[in-house]
Every structure is written in structure tokens, then in C-alpha cells.
């Protein structure tokens, strides 16, 4: 990975139309997205990959008024991901991460497992009845697994723009989100740069002075 180059490129903000993803890319994309971790394994995620003119047009005719100008990215993209996040951990939830955690054999030690299952849920109540956070949190694990998957899409030379200028209402209605015990999050949008609307003016970020501090 050439970090250089990343640290000194701007997010797309057009995108080529003409280009789609190749198959076996997006795959490999989608199969990254799907290993990003999560606290505790909690994994609160579903995606819906939108890769057809239909889907892209349901979710750019929903974003909401005051965000129309996000429609463009979305359309010309080759594909956009809606990333939403849980409400809540229900009890069926858990015990279906735990039930596939014993198949995939993640603790071979059945009593580590065990033991596992017990943090996890004294954590869990720890963030829902102590600091009384639950969806903030869980939201904070679909933000890593966005940040991790851009820079997925760098190394595979595909550009990856996240979208917050959405009415989360309008579009859980459209894709009835919500009926499936989650909420959207955020937005990406994959693709090529419209070569003749690139944005290469020099980024702007405060020196390494006010950023870092060395204890």
C-alpha cells in the first residue's frame, strides 16, 4: 500500500459512470468487508450492496431534500453500500454470534468459550444499563469497519467515498430497514474518478506540532 499516495489524495466526489467494479474486485471487497472486526464480536451490522441502476436511483430518490447532492455520487458510482447498525443486541442475536463462534471453532477450549459468552455479556450490559450507550457504541464498530474497508479499496485501486448527507428515515422506509431491527448508518460509494472532474488542489490538515503530543 502506498501510503504516501493516500496521504495525499482526496476523497472522489464524481464519479466515472462508464466504469463498474469487476466481479472478482468487489468480491474480494465484500469478503474484506465482511472480516472487519467488531467489540466483542458483537458483529451489529447488515449491508445492502446496491449494484443496479434500480437500487442506486430508490436510494438517491430518498436521501432526502436537504441532500440532493449526493444523488450525483450516487448514481455515477459503481456500486454503494448502505451500511446500517443494530437498534439493540437481542438475545437471539447473541446467541447466534455464539453459536457460530462453537461451529467455527474460535475457542477449541469449550470452557474459554464459555467463559467468553460470560464477558461478552456482562459487558454488554455493562454499555446498555451502565454507561446506557448500546447503538452509539454498536455505531462506532460500523465506522471502523468503513474506515477499514476504504482503505481495502485503495489497495485494490478503488475508490471509496463515505456519504453522511442522508435522511436516515426516508431511506430505512425505502429498503424497510427498520422491520429488520436495524437503522442506517452510513453510506460508501465504490467506483472510478471522473478523470476531467478530479480534485487535485493540496489537502489542508494542522502541522504535526498541534496534532501530536509525546509522552
Known sequence: MNLDKLMNKHLTRYFDPSKTIPEETLQQLLRFLRSTPSSVNVQPNHFYVLATPEGKERLANN???????????????????????????????????????????????????????????????????????????MEKQTYMAVGLTMMAAAELGVEATPLEGFDPTSVDKAFKIRETGHSTTVLLALGYPDPERTYTNPISRFDADQLFTFI
Open 63 to 137: 436521501l432526502g431534500e436537504r441532500f440532493q447532492d449526493n444523488a450525483e455520487k450516487i448514481l455515477n458510482a459503481s456500486h454503494t453500500i448502505i451500511l446500517t447498525t443494530r437498534a439493540d443486541v437481542s438475545d437471539s442475536h447473541l446467541e447466534a454470534v455464539f453459536r457460530k463462534e462453537r461451529a467455527d471453532g474460535r475457542f477449541p477450549d469449550p470452557s474459554k468459550q464459555e467463559l467468553w459468552e460470560s464477558m461478552t455479556r456482562d459487558f454488554l450490559n455493562l454499555r446498555s444499563y451502565g454507561y446506557k450507550d448500546l447503538n452509539h457504541w
